[in-house]
């Protein structure tokens, strides 16, 4: 009923920069190649809950390679498919995770989301033939990360829910040393919204409390509290709290979210937190708050996007105006 940020397409901001952890490069060593062989191995079957995983991966490669591929995705694979026949092998791989990264996009078809399953196994072979991958390794747990999210797209929720758990457990490791990283905590920020919106969206509301409050922790000293991820995360606490009838505490994070989102340039999520302020007010049985926030979204009607958000403005008006039952 509410609206909520899918946070695996939006990404930290680290030293200025926009973290898209699915853009790193990674040097090949012979050294660690049968290391690295047998640590992809062990990563994949984590996600996947047991020895299914390859088939499952043969499985998914035969049904996407029938699917009609669109521009651009189709030529982005393509592409990649020849590089890789030329031996070109890291421009396929960039080729590869921009083509995931299409894929991923909210605004994707479902055909082309159909695709994520047969990209991350392209990309994870590819990774595989060069041998530049360790087992705690951030680009591991990134495209664990990935198919934990597919996983769960597609109902496999044990699969999902253990990848999440792994990908937390390996990036809390990385982020342990003595050396600060960025990108580790960024990405352990990423893995910990991601199990916590798993759990919301399960109805598991301590659990869901437990993880976004650490990612929320994680995000305002990786990226700083004003941040606009960190307003994408308190508006998701702010969901879990409303759901939970903690008022005060969803009141608090929506406010602060909505108070992020009025200082960017791009107000297109103020427009989500509005809704989810307006229904708050609901909640507590405040009509004129409520329909002051619904005039606030109106105002902010060229930057709507999305089905979901359209859906619930139309909801708030329709409860506000008394037909329906919040």
Known sequence: QYSTTYSSSTFYKVNGNLYNPLHRRHTNTAANANRSSRAWIYAAC??????????????????????????????????????????N?????????????????????????????????????????????????????????????????????KAAEIGYRWCITTAE?????????????????????????????????????????????????TIGSDNSQVAVIRNHLSLVYLESKDYEAAEAHIKLAIENGKSQDDKSQLA??????????????DMTEATKCLAQVKELKEVHSGQELNQNIKKLEMTINGELNE
């Not at 088939?55 to 189709?74: D, H, N, T």
């Not at 791989?93 to 994520?116: F, G, M, T, V, W």
């Not at 705690?136 to 664990?144: H, K, M």
């Not at 989500?272 to 049985?285: I, P």
């Open 46 to 87: 984590l996600v996947l809950a047991g020895g299914a995983g390859l088939a499952y991966y043969r499985r998914k490669v035969e049904i996407a390679r029938e699917l009609l591929m669109s521009k651009p995705l189709k030529e982005r694979i393509l592409t990649a498919q020849n590089e890789i026949k030329n031996g």
């Open 89 to 157: 092998y890291r421009e396929g791989y960039k080729l590869y995770h921009a083509a995931l990264e299409i894929s991923s996009c909210p605004q994707s078809r479902p055909a082309d989301k159909n695709k994520q399953a047969f990209i991350t196994d392209q990309i994870a072979n590819l990774a595989f033939m060069m041998g530049n991958y360790v087992e705690d390794d951030n680009a591991i747990i990134e495209i664990s990360l990935k198919l934990s999210n597919i996983y769960e797209s597609k109902g496999m929720n």
């Open 173 to 221: 490791k990385n982020c342990n040393g003595l050396e600060y990283s960025p990108d580790s905590n960024a990405l352990l920020g990423m893995t910990q919204e991601s199990l916590g919106m798993y759990y919301y969206r399960r109805q598991n509301l301590t659990k869901a409390k437990e993880f976004l409050e650490s990612a929320l922790t994680t995000a305002k000293r």
């Open 272 to 285: 989500v937190y509005l809704v989810n302020y307006g229904f708050l007010h609901l909640k507590k049985g």
